[in-house]
C-alpha cells in the first residue's frame, strides 16, 4: 500500500464522514440532550460497524452481503425503532432543574449496540468503499499488511471527524443555560433523532 493511495483514502473519506448523516444527527442530538460523558461506546461501535464493512468491501464481500440481505435489513429496522424511541425520549424529557447536574448516563451496552445497529444497518457505508477503493488500490493484491493499514487510516480519520461533531455539539449545548432553552434542545434533538431514522428507513 503506498502513501499516496493512503492519502486519497483518508481525504476521500475525510469528506464523506465529514458530511452530516444519519450517524452523525444521532450523535450530534445525543449530545445536544444529554451531554458526551457516555458517547464514547456509541462512537466506538461506529468505528467497529466502519471497520467490518471497508474489510467486506476489501475481501470483495459485497455479494456475501447481499445473500444475507435480510438480516442487514432487520439490523436496519432494529437501529430505527430505537433511534425513534430515543427520540420521544428527548422530546417529552423535562428540563434538569439544575446546571450543574451531570448528563444522564445510559448502559454503555445499550450505547454501544445503539452504535452498532446504525452502522451496520446502513450498508450505504460498504458501497462507498465499493466504489472508492478499486479506484486507488489493486484490491485483488492487498495484503494483510495493505488491510491494516486502511484500517489504521480509517481510523484516524474518523476519530478526528467525530470528535469534532462531538465537541462543536458540546459547545454548542453549553451555551443552553435556561430551561426554556433546554426543552427547545431537546425538542431539536428529537427531531434530528427521528429525522436520522426516517433517513435510515427510506434507504
Do not use: C
Request: cysteine-free; proline content about 4%.
Amino acid at each position: 500500500m503506498t502513501l499516496t493511495s493512503l492519502l486519497v483514502f483518508a481525504a476521500a473519506l475525510f469528506v464523506a464522514a465529514g458530511s452530516p448523516g444519519p450517524s452523525i444527527a444521532a450523535l450530534v442530538a445525543r449530545v445536544l440532550s444529554k451531554g458526551y460523558r457516555d458517547v464514547l461506546p456509541f462512537l466506538t461501535a461506529m468505528w467497529i460497524g466502519e471497520a467490518v464493512w471497508l474489510s467486506f468491501a476489501v475481501a470483495g464481500l459485497a455479494a456475501i452481503a447481499e445473500s444475507f440481505h435480510l438480516v442487514f435489513v432487520a439490523i436496519k429496522w432494529l437501529g430505527v425503532i430505537y433511534l425513534l424511541y430515543l427520540a420521544w425520549k428527548m422530546w417529552v424529557a423535562e428540563p434538569a432543574g439544575s446546571d450543574k447536574e451531570l448528563p444522564e448516563s445510559r448502559s454503555a451496552l445499550k450505547m454501544f449496540l445503539t452504535g452498532l445497529t446504525l452502522t451496520l444497518g446502513n450498508p450505504k457505508i460498504m458501497m462507498f468503499y465499493v466504489a472508492l477503493l478499486p479506484s486507488i488500490i489493486d484490491l485483488g493484491g492487498v495484503t494483510l499488511a495493505g488491510w491494516l493499514e486502511l484500517i489504521a487510516a480509517m481510523f484516524v480519520v474518523l476519530v478526528v471527524v467525530d470528535l469534532a461533531w462531538v465537541l462543536l455539539a458540546a459547545k454548542a449545548r453549553q451555551f443552553l443555560k435556561s430551561p426554556r432553552a433546554v426543552k427547545i434542545a431537546n425538542r431539536i434533538s428529537a427531531g434530528t433523532m427521528a429525522g436520522a431514522a426516517a433517513a435510515i428507513a427510506t434507504r
